[in-house]
């Protein structure tokens, strides 16, 4: 017999894909251990694929108290047909209060599919969550109007409460191996006439292969790299570091460099250990979007950019002499 208490319990979804987890599900596990602790609640992982039960285990490992596995061959590929059924079928038996998901691309097409199934609300693109312990209500925290203020969101009538987090917002728990939890297994046969997509083929896109999220050293550019023309100087840093080469919007809205390497409110959200912002202002669109980095170091010729409210060092000075110098620097060692 399941220990899930309905309605009192926190559901976390750990996507995978080819039998493998997003690190987004783990990373969401440590807020929703924090917002289970804070309203006594369980924290339950909700996993959906196809040979994924050591994604199961490892989410106990992240900090889940129990984890939901359902797992067949027609979770695999994902299809918005079979996870909406999957899903929705255990938010009506176990009713969790509040539904975290990663703002994946698969998150993001199937967590407002789950919350008009079930007749209640989502905010998408959160950035920080709260709870009222005595309540259980949830505070939503997104940018709205282009980022220009942090809306804070209710959905007092309606359960379950639904989120999702881009990629990169929180940083996992530590992984304990010593960790104990339950699966409880469930099964969820979808019959194939249920699925109303097939996949005939799947291409790879530079978005897929730039890995912004799991990078823990990042280069990152705006404007004042003048052109792409320019890029040489923050590619070379980035590779005598051991980065990753990212840019702010406005390089990529002048066609500069692909979206896959934007970081900002319509980009990517990054936690790395160092991000090196090269000639960026610092608009709260890209801030947010570096709110998990452990250090920030700021390269402006402006001594008065906003970029500097922000970082832990800051440079003042031309960037296309202070990048080769640095360079140079770590090169020698």
Request: with cysteine; aromatic share 6%.
């Amino acid at each position: 017999m399941s220990t899930i208490h309905p309605g009192k319990n926190i559901f976390v979804f750990i996507e995978t894909e080819n039998g493998q987890p997003k690190n987004v599900g783990y990373e969401l596990l440590a807020p929703g251990r924090t917002l289970a602790e804070q309203s006594g609640q369980q924290l339950v992982g909700v996993v959906i694929g196809s040979h994924v039960e050591q994604c199961a285990r490892d989410a106990i490992c992240y900090g889940a108290e129990q984890v939901i596995l359902v797992d067949g061959p027609e979770y695999e590929p994902y299809t918005t047909d079979a996870f909406s059924i999957a899903l929705t079928r255990l938010i009506e038996k176990y009713s969790p209060s509040t539904v975290l998901m990663g703002a994946t691309g698969n998150g993001r097409d199937l967590a407002p599919r789950i919350s008009s199934r079930l007749g209640t609300g989502l905010t998408a693109d959160c950035t920080s969550l709260e709870i009222n312990g005595d309540t259980g209500e949830m505070v939503w925290t997104r940018p709205a109007f282009g980022g220009n203020l942090m809306a804070m969101i209710l959905c007092p009538d309606h359960r379950p409460q639904m989120g999702t987090v881009r990629p990169g917002v929180f940083k996992k728990r530590p992984y304990d191996e010593t960790a104990a939890g339950e699966i409880i297994r469930e099964e969820i046969s979808i019959a194939p006439g249920e699925i109303r997509t097939r996949l005939i083929e799947r291409i790879k896109e530079v978005s897929e292969s730039v890995d912004l999220e799991g990078a823990e050293i990042i280069v990152a550019v705006g404007r004042g790299i003048g052109g792409p023309q320019n890029m040489g100087i923050v590619e070379e840093l980035a590779d005598a570091l051991g980065g990753t080469v990212a840019v702010s919007r406005a390089v990529v809205d002048a066609g500069w460099v692909p979206h896959a390497y934007q970081v900002g409110q319509t980009g990517k959200n990054v936690s790395p250990k160092l991000y090196i912002a090269c000639g960026i202002s610092g608009a709260i669109q890209h801030t947010c979007g570096i709110s998990g980095a452990d250090y920030v170091v700021a390269i402006n010729k402006d001594p008065d950019a906003p970029i500097f409210e922000l970082a832990d060092w800051g440079i003042v000075g031309d960037l296309f002499e202070i990048l080769p110098a640095l360079t140079a620097a770590v090169r020698e060692g």
